[in-house]
């Protein structure tokens, strides 16, 4: 299953290794991961990050909440998704 974490990005909830709250954890810390994201456009924040299975790191200005709640939800089951062709 993908999540959407925004900016037209997903990732795959099996790719997920850690899921970190930006804003809950120290400064010191924060600041040594939004380093390793691409610069936000200004007066964007990032609220999460994510460290993926093969060591990269991607950014959501998505809290961890939203996130984990689009990993565990999941379309009714006549859900159909097709994708309009042009």
């Not at 961890?64 to 994708?83: N, W």
Request: charged share 25%; net charge negative; proline share 2%.
């Amino acid at each position: 299953m993908l999540i959407h974490i925004g900016a037209n990005e997903f990732v795959g909830m099996n790719k997920c290794e850690i899921m970190v709250n930006l804003q809950t954890i120290d400064d010191d810390s924060k600041k040594r991961i939004v380093s390793l994201l691409p610069k936000l456009k200004e007066n964007e924040e990032y609220k999460s990050a994510i460290l993926t299975t093969d060591g990269k790191w991607l950014g959501s200005i998505l809290s961890t909440e939203a996130l984990s709640q689009r990993g565990i939800c999941s379309p009714f089951t006549d859900a159909l998704f097709v994708k309009t062709e042009h």
